[in-house]
């Protein structure tokens, strides 16, 4: 990225998916090699239809994923977004991602549109837990109700306050940086579109190529996001 352009902005707004965590260990989802939806069909397992007709396999996924937040942690990625929003550089984050690495790193206003793992809620009362309680047992709550993560799954709407905060992020940008996102799920993916047309520079910052390169500012594949934001940390100083 430009030199200068995270000093100049005045309110930068970062928005991240899986790839942002493939650096702590946990798998993306597209990824050729290593995605989630390689392996699996979505639908069998991170849908609503799943959560009803296919509770075994549904359940058993989710207990495998929940483990894997909690065994894994933060990266050097993360570390840097905290550090430069405790500089006043970074004012916000807008997240796809369900594994609270960015508050476990110090990051603050953190729009999570699509939930988080560490948390789980009774499908009867609503009553939330840590998700540790999922993890053995009929996970019920103590209603009797059955536990289920408190992730958006396919077929659901995603949360409004997270949405809201989201777009009022997106349209308040001077500065709005993607890394780690395939931009392939709406309507998250039109976060960026928004604030670009108000007026915000993009940055992409993805392996691949995503469907809304043409509108960025600035592209940058083939590179490790712990490693660009690392340069760009050395540039700040
Ligand atoms: N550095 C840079 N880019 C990376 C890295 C890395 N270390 N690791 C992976 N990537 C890139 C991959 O090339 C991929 O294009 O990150 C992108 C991740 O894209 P997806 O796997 O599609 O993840 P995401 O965009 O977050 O998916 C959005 O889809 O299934 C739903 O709810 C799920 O939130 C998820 C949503």
Redesign the pocket.
């Known amino acids: 990225m430009k030199k200068n352009w995270l000093n100049e902005a005045n309110y930068t707004v970062v928005f ?5 965590s ?2 702590s260990g946990l798998p ?4 050729a090699n290593q ?3 390689q392996q699996k069909d ?1 639908s069998q397992v ?1 849908s609503v239809q799943a959560l009803n007709d296919n509770a075994e396999e549904f359940i058993d996924f989710y207990r495998k994923r929940v483990l894997g937040v909690k065994e894994f942690e933060p990266n050097k990625g993360h570390r840097y977004l905290a550090q430069w929003q405790k500089q006043g550089l970074v004012q916000s984050i807008i997240t ?3 594994d609270g690495f960015h508050q476990q790193a110090g990051s603050e206003n953190v729009a999570e ?2 939930g988080t793992l560490q948390k789980v809620h009774c499908q009867s009362c609503g009553t939330s837990y840590n998700s540790e309680e999922f993890l053995d047992g009929e996970a019920r709550c103590t209603c009797g109700g059955l536990l289920r993560p408190s ?2 799954l ?1 077929g659901e709407m995603l949360p409004g306050d997270p949405f809201d905060m989201a777009l009022q992020e997106a349209e308040r940008a001077d500065l709005f940086i993607v ?7 709406s309507p ?1 993916n039109q976060f960026p579109l928004v604030a670009k047309e108000n007026g915000a520079r993009l940055v992409i ?4 190529s ?1 469907p809304f390169d043409d509108y960025a500012d600035e592209v940058i594949h083939e ?4 490693e660009v934001l690392e340069e760009w940390d050395g540039l700040l100083k």
């Open positions: 991240t998916g899986a790839g942002m493939t650096e993306d989802f597209r990824s995605g989630l939806w979505p991170a796809q991602n369900v549109l699509h992730v958006v396919f890394l780690g996102s395939s931009l392939s799920v998250a910052v993805n392996r691949e995503t590179r490790n996001i712990g």
